[in-house]
Nanobody, 121 residues
Framework: QVQLVESGGGLVQAGGSLRLSCAAS????????MGWYRQAPEKQRELVAA???????VTADSVKGRFTISRDNAKGTVYLQANNLKPEDTAAYYCNANIRSQSSYSFRNYWGQGTQVTVSS
């Protein structure tokens, strides 16, 4: 069974930094695109950044220049380095990945359980 487990969230003051990690585990054959989404209270979930297995990235305009996505293919892990955090970055952050596993030979989309990021002013 495939799982995505996030870590690294927490409470930080405005201007501070956090590094989120998301590790995929299970009977994985390959991982395609991995990404981070966030959802603030009473708002829709939105894409923060995504990265392909080849390293191509896309980043939301709202975080461009402050957040950087990266991945370690050998470890099946994706990271989000969040710098110069602002109160409007406060949200639950979710990891997402397209994974092919031994139980499903076609790619399926998976979500992590989420990690809370709170930025105080």
């Amino acid at each position: 069974q495939v799982q995505l487990v996030e870590s690294g969230g927490g409470l930080v003051q405005a201007g501070g930094s956090l590094r989120l990690s998301c590790a995929a585990s299970g009977s994985i054959l390959s991982i395609d695109t991995m990404g981070w989404y966030r959802q603030a209270p009473e708002k829709q979930r939105e894409l923060v950044a995504a990265i392909t297995s080849g390293g191509r990235t896309v980043t939301a305009d709202s975080v461009k220049g402050r957040f950087t996505i990266s991945r370690d293919n050998a470890k099946g892990t994706v990271y989000l380095q969040a710098n110069n955090l602002k109160p409007e970055d406060t949200a639950a952050y979710y990891c997402n990945a397209n994974i092919r596993s031994q139980s499903s030979y076609s790619f399926r989309n998976y979500w992590g359980q989420g990690t809370q990021v709170t930025v105080s002013s």
